[in-house]
Nanobody, 123 residues
């Protein structure tokens, strides 16, 4: 079992940056690939980025490629999402998720989810 708690969301102007964190508790964080998702009002939840158990592989959806960076610290049991050049369309509730695998899940097939942190980008 893994418990996930996101933090770092907030209100930022377009062009600004935010760094989201997701702290994991429970056992064997290194057994899990991690992902960041978001869901805007009236839209489906989408996977933005994923990272393998050791950080050796990453995935990004086209809309955030080059602007967002996913990373992890397996000593601190934390995964991060650095978001730069934010746009109003990035406004959403952002979630982290975990899947027990040594692969790199690039769909929604994650096992554990956090409660989310709100990101609002003003124009």
């Amino acid at each position: 079992q893994v418990q996930l708690v996101e933090s770092g969301g907030g209100l930022v102007q377009a062009g600004g940056s935010l760094r989201l964190s997701c702290a994991a508790s429970g056992r064997a964080f290194t057994f899990y690939a991690m992902g960041w998702f978001r869901q805007a009002p009236g839209k489906e939840r989408e996977l933005l980025a994923a990272i393998s158990w050791n950080g050796g592989s990453t995935y990004y959806v086209d809309s955030v490629q080059g602007r967002f960076t996913i990373s992890r610290d397996n000593v601190k049991n934390t995964v991060f999402l650095q978001m730069n050049s934010l746009k109003p369309e990035d406004t959403a509730l952002y979630y982290c998720a975990a899947k027990r695998t040594y692969g790199l899940p690039t769909r929604g097939e994650y096992d554990y989810w956090g409660q989310g942190t709100q990101v609002t980008v003003s124009s």
